[in-house]
């Protein structure tokens, strides 16, 4: 089966730096209870499958959320995202092709009672 999120996942989990301060903490759509930290979370979405036959390839919005101990920490990993998913561009994943993979943005969120820095950072992804 076909499936974007997983793509993303195992792309993350390949990547040396990313793995050095997250190691297997990649997680689909929702993080544990209790978590150990710093951790990655990776949900779709939404994706859009052609309809016509002008665009054969879907388009699918992902969102790689880190979670840290430290705002450095969390922007850090956030970057490591980046610069992972820009290299998969033009690549098969998972039976997946990607076409193209544009950073779409992120934002910061700080969970003071919880001592959890969080960056959202959404991808607009082409893919067959």
Known sequence: MRDITLSFINALLADV????KVSTRIYRAVL???P????????KIDDIRPNNTWESYSVARIQVTTFA?????AD???GLVVNCLNLVT???????IIIGV?????FSDHNPGASIWIYHRDF???YL
């Open 124 to 126: 607009k992804v082409k």
């Open 76 to 78: 850090d990993i956030s």
């Open 102 to 106: 544009e950073d779409a943005g992120t």
């Open 90 to 96: 033009n690549t098969l994943l998972s039976e997946i």
């Open 17 to 20: 730096d990313i793995y050095a």
């Open 32 to 34: 544990p209870i209790k």
């Open 69 to 73: 101990v430290s705002d450095g920490d």
């Open 36 to 43: 150990t930290l710093p951790a990655i979370v990776v949900s």
